[in-house]
């Protein structure tokens, strides 16, 4: 008579999975939810504070409010009505406008500014660091009102030069000049941080090669900054198809040349607060975060093969 052995491996595959397996399971979920945890206050503001004003603003651009039919279900008419409105056209061209021709402007002072900084070596490079900081610090409704002052041709200090700073020929300049002071320190620590995360050597191998500091900054430094340069950028691009507080503040100065549609969201703001149309405002809205989704979208596509952002 033959013994039948019982392998050894086959064993605990019978008996279920072993103990190791279940506790390793376990501290998998563990994990797991310590991880949910960690995200939890997040999750609960961001849901709050972001994604349910948004659901409810999608949900009102839908409906129409008459004297006599009420509130009704309009579909998609609003954005109709916003995309064939020419007052709306208006300001999205001129954000464009704007955007095109402040934001290298402004890119290009911030990089001056960070090279120059990081170049220095007195200890004085610290107090212009922070100097250049400053106006960021600033809120933008004072600062706003500040250059309003200074803009101002009869109590201002540049009324003897008869400059009109804020007619419809120069406010547009006058504004892009308020941007331009209050972000381009915001912009220049950006740069600033990411110039001095760049390993010196390459500095000396270049200046060993006979390379001037103007070569370093241009041909070393700006290169190997593209990714901080692209990102400066992009938060550029999407605060200025946003505009709205400066304009907004300055608008008593000149109403006939700052008005009531001057970029999308001072119209959004006037047809919801002083027209009373919710509606119509909550599309224009949507319809402007569209344009800037699609415009930072695409300065990300063209700019993708120069920096490691994707």
């Given at each position: 008579?033959?013994?039948?052995q019982?392998?050894?491996?086959a064993?605990?595959?019978?008996?279920?999975?072993?103990?190791?397996?279940?506790?390793?399971?376990a501290?998998r979920?563990?994990?797991a939810?310590?991880?949910?945890?960690?995200a939890?206050?997040?999750?609960?503001?961001?849901?709050?504070?972001?994604?349910?004003?948004?659901?409810?603003?999608?949900?009102?651009?839908?409906?129409r409010?008459?004297?006599?039919e009420?509130?009704?279900?309009?579909?998609?008419?609003?954005?109709?009505?916003?995309?064939?409105?020419?007052?709306?056209?208006?300001?999205?061209?001129?954000?464009?406008?704007?955007?095109?021709?402040?934001?290298?402007v402004?890119?290009?002072?911030?990089?001056?500014?960070?090279?120059?900084?990081?170049?220095?070596?007195s200890r004085?490079?610290?107090?212009?660091?922070?100097?250049?900081?400053?106006?960021y610090?600033?809120?933008?409704?004072?600062?706003?009102?500040?250059?309003?002052f200074?803009?101002?041709d009869?109590?201002?200090?540049?009324?003897?030069?008869?400059?009109?700073?804020?007619?419809?020929?120069?406010?547009?300049?006058?504004?892009?000049?308020?941007?331009?002071?209050?972000?381009?320190?915001?912009?220049?620590?950006?740069?600033?941080?990411a110039?001095?995360?760049?390993?010196?050597?390459?500095?000396?191998?270049?200046?060993?090669?006979?390379?001037s500091?103007?070569?370093?900054?241009?041909?070393?430094?700006?290169?190997?900054?593209?990714?901080?340069?692209v990102?400066?950028?992009l938060?550029?691009?999407?605060?200025?198809?946003?505009?709205?507080?400066e304009?907004?503040i300055?608008?008593?100065?000149?109403p006939?040349?700052?008005t009531?549609?001057?970029?999308?969201?001072?119209?959004?703001?006037?047809?919801?607060?002083?027209?009373?149309?919710?509606?119509y405002?909550?599309?224009?809205?949507?319809?402007?975060?569209?344009?800037?989704?699609?415009g930072?979208?695409?300065?990300?596509?063209?700019?993708?093969?120069?920096?490691a952002?994707?």
């Amino acid at each position: 008579m033959t013994e039948v052995q019982t392998s050894p491996a086959a064993a605990p595959a019978a008996a279920g999975p072993s103990p190791r397996t279940g506790t390793q399971r376990a501290a998998r979920v563990k994990e797991a939810a310590t991880g949910w945890l960690f995200a939890l206050p997040f999750t609960v503001l961001l849901v709050a504070f972001l994604l349910l004003p948004m659901a409810y603003a999608f949900k009102i651009s839908l409906y129409r409010s008459t004297l006599i039919e009420g509130e009704v279900f309009a579909w998609f008419d609003n954005y109709k009505q916003a995309i064939d409105d020419p007052l709306v056209r208006e300001g999205v061209v001129r954000v464009l406008i704007f955007g095109l021709l402040q934001t290298p402007v402004m890119i290009g002072i911030a990089l001056i500014a960070a090279l120059l900084i990081d170049a220095a070596t007195s200890r004085f490079s610290r107090f212009f660091r922070l100097a250049a900081f400053v106006p960021y610090a600033v809120p933008v409704v004072i600062g706003t009102l500040m250059w309003g002052f200074l803009y101002s041709d009869s109590i201002g200090p540049f009324a003897w030069t008869g400059i009109d700073f804020t007619s419809s020929d120069t406010v547009l300049a006058s504004l892009g000049n308020i941007v331009t002071w209050q972000w381009a320190g915001y912009n220049m620590i950006v740069l600033y941080a990411a110039l001095q995360g760049l390993p010196r050597d390459v500095y000396e191998s270049a200046r060993i090669d006979g390379a001037s500091e103007v070569q370093i900054a241009l041909r070393i430094k700006t290169p190997m900054i593209s990714s901080a340069l692209v990102l400066a950028t992009l938060f550029t691009i999407m605060g200025t198809l946003q505009f709205f507080t400066e304009p907004l503040i300055l608008q008593p100065l000149n109403p006939g040349a700052i008005t009531q549609h001057y970029t999308p969201n001072v119209y959004a703001y006037n047809q919801a607060f002083s027209f009373q149309q919710y509606n119509y405002s909550a599309a224009i809205s949507f319809l402007l975060g569209a344009v800037v989704f699609i415009g930072s979208y695409i300065f990300l596509f063209a700019t993708r093969k120069r920096s490691a952002l994707r």
